[in-house]
């Protein structure tokens, strides 16, 4: 066979184009630190590191959530302590209001005080976050959630859902709170309250001058007796009647109907038109104990039912704004000194229960963060996994990419001095 010269220079040229294309290649190599560089070095290992890059990517994503979730639950948790700092105040306050030795002035000094806190809790609740948002709104979180209305009162317009955040593939977390869970709400262990107010229309009692008893009975308690009572848990008021003698009756709110029925255990009417002692009367019903004291007039109420039920529902804000009407208010007559020591028993009972709440709903947020510290690490410990398995797919064994390195070195060099060695061959030089 027959070797042309030019078939000798294309043979040499073509191994050293090869030589440099490894020894590149394996350069290229050190320099980016990895073993793929293109999808062509290894299609198996490239398409697996699309997915755990992708995965990376979601598990970043769910990162940068957690962020934003906890700076949100961190903001409301520090909003609630607040509030809570302010009922614990505003309760010091009715403490001192209830003193026999006070006069209207400095009932009137305290209101100043409560007006100031109650002012504090409005702007609280429609504090927002780092966007603009308001926290306590739900989902309507682009107006105030609470605002007053025509009348002075303050009145919910947020709805009553939670915003959401996804913190992980398989939780979704609920980032903030309702205006109604923390203010319009009772803990579930809340018990029965007293209140001295009329009947509306004869169902849900209303507070303020509208629904003022006219007589000067206070009440004390409820104090509850049997909790396997058959109808501990309903609702009761008490009206008073009688145009010579005083006397009471018990009624029962029928969520059937729904109104006021006779409330008669018995079937002996003994709690209908019962004459009535005004130096002190206890009575028990439902489970209940509750004492009365004081001269009654035809058409008085006590409402005796627990707090956050449909015929009274739980309300921070109703609930200061009637303790600040009946301070600003001179005490002079005795139905007037009756309403004052009824509303301040009521409001400190309301507010006790506000407090519970605002308690409960501020440690659910701290359990909330607390969980975000444990998927926060469980997602540590997932990137760690995909770096790792990254890094065995496609990274560059450092040691193994050297000894390559100078391999290819060598080998170009030594296709380099055969070309040289073999183009400087002649016959010329044997003749």
Known sequence: MRISTVTMYEQSTASINRQQSDFLKVSQQIASGRRVVNPSDDPQAASRAVRVDQSQAITQQYTDSRVSARNSLAQTESILNS???????????????????????????????????????????????GNGRYLFGGYADNAPPFVKNSEGNIEYKGDDNARQQRIDASRLM??????????????????????????????????????????????TGPQVGDVNDPDYGESFRIVFG??????????????????????????????TDSSYDATGEQLSFGGL???????????????????????????????????????ENPATTGAEKAELRNTLNTSMRDLDNALDNVLTVRASAGAKLNELDVVDAVGSNRMLNYEQTLSDLVDLDYADAISEYSLRQVGLQASQKAFVDIKGMSLFDFM
């Open 83 to 129: 509030i809570s700092d302010s009922i614990i105040s505003a309760k010091t306050r009715l403490v001192q209001a209830s003193s026999d030795t006070l006069s209207d002035v400095d009932r009137e000094s305290i209101a100043s005080e409560l007006k100031g806190i109650y002012e504090t809790m409005i702007g609280q609740a429609n504090a927002t976050d």
């Open 289 to 327: 104990n509750v004492t009365l004291k004081g001269e009654p007039v035809a058409g008085d109420e006590m409402l005796v039912a627990q707090s956050g039920s449909d015929q009274r529902p739980a309300d921070l804000f109703r609930t200061m704004e009637a303790a600040i009407r009946v301070l």
């Open 242 to 271: 009688g145009e010579e003698s005083p006397t009471y009756s018990v009624q029962r709110f029928d969520a059937d109907v729904p109104e006021w029925t006779a409330f008669d255990p018995e079937g002996d009417g003994s709690f």
């Open 174 to 219: 609920p980032v903030t709170e309702n205006g109604i869970s923390i203010f319009q709400s009772v803990p579930s262990g809340a018990g029965y309250v007293a209140e001295a107010v009329k009947s509306s229309d004869g169902g849900q009692p209303i507070a303020g001058v509208e629904g003022r008893n006219n007589g000067s009975v206070t009440f």
